[in-house]
């Protein structure tokens, strides 16, 4: 999302269904600041997502960061009508920093399984533009970004390379919860390779989900 915010021709919007999935969440995870977002968003997703497709952003490309999971008990024709980016990452990655702010983790809290089923039906539909792999991207952003913007017919432009540090006016308002490594960035860290002391629990969740990403994986563009 910082990435594109960076662009003169481009409006950003920071998971504007989260709200939505709030009230309809079918997991025990407790979300830091769940409150505040009801309180920040509309909560009908339906209309949350008819908004998306009639406002006028007053910019050519519109980028809306959302999570698979936050699909839930919603009509997801309107991905039909959008250019859809899967953004995946190694599930240990994603176990290993979702667990430092929300106990009580379970696959379908992390979305993994969410977004395998989106991504076949979006690749069978013919509506899948891209899968961009986090560690591929850090290990080349100029070259994956660039293949990006190619799929969606927008010019690629340095600036997407860069970013001033702290917060930006599109985050939501769980920014404080989740964005404190993106706050203190200032473009892609280059790609450096992790161990994961995950518990017992916690790596029997990413093992079950690697099969799926895997597959994601051989779609993502490569550097």
Not at 16 to 43: M, V
Request: hydrophobic fraction near 40%; aromatic fraction near 8%; glycine fraction near 4%.
């Amino acid at each position: 999302m910082y990435s594109f915010a960076q662009r003169p021709d481009t409006a950003v919007e920071d998971e504007p269904l989260y709200a939505h999935y709030l009230l309809r969440q079918p997991t025990e995870a407790d979300h830091p600041g769940r409150e505040d977002i009801l309180q920040s968003q509309n909560n009908n997703g339906n209309e949350v997502t008819a908004r998306m497709l009639s406002h006028d952003y007053q910019k050519e490309v519109v980028v809306f960061k959302q999570m698979t999971h936050h699909l839930i008990d919603i009509d997801t024709g309107f991905l039909d009508r959008m250019d859809n980016v899967l953004l995946i990452r190694d599930p240990r990655a994603i176990l290993n920093s979702f667990s430092k702010v929300v106990e009580k983790v379970t696959a379908r809290d992390i979305g993994v399984p969410q977004q395998f089923a989106l991504f076949q039906r979006l690749q069978k539909a013919g509506k899948l533009t891209a899968v961009v792999d986090a560690r591929l991207l850090l290990l080349n952003p100029e070259s994956v970004l660039s293949q990006l913007c190619d799929r969606l017919g927008i010019p690629f432009t340095p600036q997407m390379l860069s970013w001033e540090p702290g917060a930006r006016p599109e985050d939501g308002i769980w920014a404080a919860h989740w964005y404190g490594n993106v706050h203190k960035s200032t473009g892609f860290q280059p790609w450096k390779e992790k161990t994961y002391n995950l518990s017992p629990a916690l790596a029997s969740i990413a093992e079950a989900c690697r099969p799926a990403y895997e597959e994601m994986l051989g779609a993502a563009l490569r550097p």
